[in-house]
């Protein structure tokens, strides 16, 4: 791995390790809604990232020629963040996760033809170790075809978003990423739980001011990371580490157990990941 890629490694590995601790802290949160959840997150997300903006000085709207990639990040990334709500909240957290680390493979494919950016023939096989360790984990589950839906629907606009955020480079500011994500998501969430309200109760408030700012944190890193990237794809690799955080919260913190085979498949999906980083 080239030292110049390692910051953009850096920052995906620490937007990982924060998007599962919001995952745990949805788990903590089954009577509500997901989009309620998603609701109160983007309004925290919002009014943090738009302080931040005043303070660094930088106008929210970005740049014209931006804007249209900008606008198309924000639409990806709310429904694959729905879609990835729904999934967690419906399926135990390390299959859940699993299914939507197929993302890295369409931020690949699309990358071809939106970035222009050839994926060589190594990567190929180094995405399909990790698909094959994806598969063995995901069939020895046994989960519904719902659920199933969901994670590869999260997965395939997660990817998509991805790219939009490559395509921005650092020609933005990542604050103003993580605006137009937010602007989009908010309205968007409001309507929806406006037909479908519960109130918060006790801790529950907790967990949703944690959700707020853990998913902030790893909007910062993520952005970071793609905007100062050179290869997608080869950065998008990193992001399967996030099913061993999946394995190791779900198995602490809910008492999820997974079969040996599945960890098998993990391992796959490791090495794969350690070829593509390393040969980027």
């Not at 303070?55 to 929210?60: D, E, G, K, N």
């Not at 990334?77 to 909240?89: E, H």
């Not at 170790?129 to 395939?156: D, E, K, R, T």
């Not at 809910?254 to 980083?277: S, T």
């Amino acid at each position: 791995m080239k030292n110049s890629a390692l910051p953009a490694v850096f920052y995906l590995l620490a937007s990982t390790l924060l998007f599962a601790l919001v995952n745990v802290c949805l788990k903590n949160l089954p009577d509500l809604p997901a989009v309620e959840i998603i609701l109160f997150r983007s309004v925290i997300s919002l009014l943090l990232t738009l302080a931040m903006l005043r303070q660094a000085r930088t106008s929210a709207w970005g740049h014209a020629p931006q804007r249209a990639d900008l606008v198309w990040r924000g639409i990806l990334g709310t429904v694959a963040l729905i879609l990835g709500f729904l999934t967690i909240k419906q399926l135990p957290l390390a299959p859940a996760v699993t299914l939507q680390y197929l993302g890295p493979i369409f931020t690949a494919v699309a990358g071809i033809w939106l970035l222009g950016q050839p994926v060589r023939k190594w990567q190929w096989l180094f995405f399909a170790i990790s698909l094959g360790g994806v598969v063995v984990s995901q069939g020895v589950s046994g989960l519904g075809w719902a659920g199933v839906a969901l994670g590869l629907g999260a997965a395939a606009t997660s990817g998509l978003s991805y790219v939009f955020n490559s395509r921005v480079g650092q020609k933005e500011h990542p604050l103003v990423v993580i605006f137009y994500f937010q602007l989009i998501t908010l309205p968007v969430a409001g309507l929806w739980t406006a037909f479908d309200w519960h109130q918060p109760q006790g801790l529950e408030w907790v967990w949703l001011a944690a959700v707020g700012l853990l998913t902030q944190a790893a909007l910062w890193c993520v952005t970071q990371s793609y905007q100062r990237g050179k290869q997608a794809a080869g950065i998008a690799a990193l992001d399967y580490l996030g099913l061993v955080y999946a394995a190791a919260f779900g198995y602490w913190f809910f008492d999820e157990k997974i079969k040996p085979l599945a960890y098998g498949g993990m391992a796959v999906v490791l090495l794969g990941v350690a070829l593509n980083a390393w040969y980027t």
